[in-house]
């Protein structure tokens, strides 16, 4: 089986008013990863998600996915995308099945009508987001986590393989980030690759898998651990973060080390006495925080 | 009883009167089709700028004895365009360029009427003259109609996927620019089509009314457009039919129905009606 690919090579981009969005971009991510596109707004991050999905022309380089252009992987129906919910009209007269159907079409004939096979698609991919009840429902009848599950579910019934998230989190609380983060990994252990967009820094450690650093190009791309490094996120922010330190406080022994926290007013980001991240989550990282306990000592 | 059958037959035993049917029904039912999508991509105020935009260009296809639609093409192009630029080369608004615009142009026209006034009919391009549609104009509007309603049949899921999520319809791979542009030529021919049939001050009604009217009744889509097609077609027909009778302007009283339309669903809609919420 082919795994996905998405490659991005030496991508930049300058608008027709001179401005240069992107420098010479470059990363390559592959299926079965939940990898975060992280930058402050102005980095370039719209426009380097706007060039992966073929809505604009790089001045130079390439976009490449599982090795063909992107209109060829378009075509395929293998891009898929859940849009922020700002940009949705949620007055607009579909239900929730019409929109989940709309993931549907490129499987469909020319007329797009519904077979048999695209009915139990749709069907599937609201049970499993647990909104097969709602599916009558206009949607700007539903609550904002309801309606961020639909747009998965769209992208479940198309099949898409490389799935793309535009500031998934704004607006919902952090109930339901989490259940969104559960389906997304789901989705990643189907091997589909997710590219999720976003500025909000405290939740990147929480659900990403690897990490693209974004300023005007790519700072550093791989693996969370290894990326989201306090003199790589300082080059990527300057000095649009919060900066915490916590030398003197009550939580900590004083040893010379300190824990840090990074926030840019929403979830925080922490990092502790060694400069490694620390997580909310500990379920699965029993071995880390096993780790950190012999480090630190009786 | 007999007598009053025979008065009701009345208007169908003159061909310009049946001509005058068969083109509001057709004009209701298309500008009904295309009014949900302009509706719901906010294009009224287009509508509008482009049905008064090319009030010249017919004055002057008059003057050069030139088909008016002819006139009314390279009017509502050169329109267009002028928006286009006002908007790239200033800050303003786009709803501040558009009101300059056609108002720019519909004073041009009033200006060419008003100079040449045995030669250009300001009543007619302003009021439109259903009565006077001749044979080869109705084959014309009929050709139009036939596109225009076949594509949109075929192609509406598309175009619902285009206006409702244009990024996603591009990651799937529809030429959602393509479809958009079709859908604005689409408006173009229908608003010079509708030029003749109720006049440019109401093209946009038939553009419009149908759509709000039918976006109160129901939630889904399919269902929104076989409304606004049924309202903008039977309205057409009735409204033809009742001029006959008030000797009214066809326009007026095809517009006027559609309005008592909307009114009547604005109040009394099952959901969306102002007296039947809560």
Known sequence: MNRTSLEVKNVSVRYPGGHQALRDASFELRGGTIAGLVGVNGSGKSTLFKAIMGFLKPTSGSVLINGQPVTTAQKAGLVAYVPQAEEVDWDYPVSVWDVVMMGRYGHMNFLRIPREADKRAVEEALNRVAMWDYRDRQIGELSGGQKKRVFLARALAQGGQLILLDEPFTGVDVKTEESIIDLMRQLRDDGALLLVSTHNLGSVPEFCDEVVLINRTVLAYGATEGVFTLENLSEAFGGVLRHFHFESSTVQSHDGRNVQLLTDDERPLVFGKDGHLEYKDRSGREELVKKRAEEVGP | ?278
């Open chain 2, 1 to 278: 009883m007999l007598a009053s059958l025979a008065t009701l037959l009345e208007p169908l035993h003159y061909d310009y009167m049946v001509r005058a049917l068969v083109a509001s029904l057709l004009v209701g039912a298309v500008g009904g089709f295309l009014s949900c999508f302009i509706t719901l991509r906010g294009w009224s105020l287009m509508g509008d700028a482009l049905s008064h935009a090319i009030v010249p260009g017919v004055a002057v296809a008059y003057l050069l004895n030139l088909p008016f639609s002819i006139g009314a093409f390279f009017s509502g192009l050169l329109a267009s365009g002028a928006m286009v630029l006002v908007k790239q080369r200033t800050k303003l608004r786009e709803d501040v360029v558009i009101g300059v615009v056609f108002t720019t142009f519909f004073a041009a026209g009033l200006l060419l009427a008003s100079l040449y006034p045995a030669r250009v009919d300001l009543k007619t391009i302003v009021l439109g003259n259903i009565l006077g549609i001749a044979p080869s104009d109705l084959w014309q509007l009929m050709a139009v109609s036939a596109v225009a309603l076949g594509f949109l049949f075929m192609k509406w899921r598309d175009l619902m996927l285009v206006t409702f999520d244009e990024r996603q319809a591009m990651a799937i791979g529809l030429p959602a620019r393509r479809l958009q542009f079709l859908l604005m030529i689409l408006l173009s021919a229908t608003a010079v089509a509708a030029l003749q049939t109720v006049g440019a001050l109401l093209v946009v009604g038939v553009l419009v009314t149908p759509g709000a009217t039918a976006y109160l009744l129901t939630d889904r889509f399919g269902k929104m457009i076989a409304i606004s097609t049924a309202i903008g077609g039977s309205t057409g027909v009735i409204g033809a039919y009742a001029s006959w009778f008030f000797n009214g302007a066809t326009g007026g009283c095809i517009v006027t129905l559609q309005t008592i339309a909307f009114v009547m669903v604005w109040l009394f809609a099952p959901k969306h009606g102002i007296l039947m919420r809560r």
